[in-house]
Nanobody, 126 residues
């Protein structure tokens, strides 16, 4: 399966963006999808995740209340709605898929995800 992330861009602080991640096929019956981000010189960090049913979501504390992850299974697409953006949200955002999620919570470890999109740059100006 291939993941295609899009929707990044330049926005002023306080503004909004919506990222999309389209999967080439819905091959797996159970999976987690997540958004990670990586700022220059920093490690990749978990942002938000969603279960295959959409019934479970998980957010990093830094984005809770500002970002919303959702899924449209008819389009094989996951979204990240980002509101009240801050300059510290500036990063390359990656979508990822964990095709063997197990029974536990949505993983926040990048190593748990075996499919990755190419990344989309989000720049928030102050």
């Amino acid at each position: 399966v291939q993941l295609q992330a899009s929707g990044g861009g330049l926005v002023q602080a306080g503004g909004s963006l919506r990222l999309s991640c389209a999967a080439s096929a819905r091959t797996f019956s159970r999976y987690f999808m997540a958004w990670f981000r990586q700022a220059p010189g920093q490690d990749r960090e978990f942002v938000a995740g969603i279960s295959w049913s959409g019934g479970r979501t998980s957010y990093a504390d830094s984005v809770k209340g500002r970002f919303t992850v959702s899924a449209d299974n008819t389009k094989n697409t996951v979204y990240l709605q980002m509101n009240s953006l801050k300059p510290e949200d500036t990063a390359v955002y990656y979508c990822a898929l964990d095709s063997d999620p197990g029974l536990g919570p949505i993983s926040r470890r990048s190593a748990a995800y075996n499919y990755w999109g190419q990344g989309t740059l989000v720049t928030v100006s102050s």
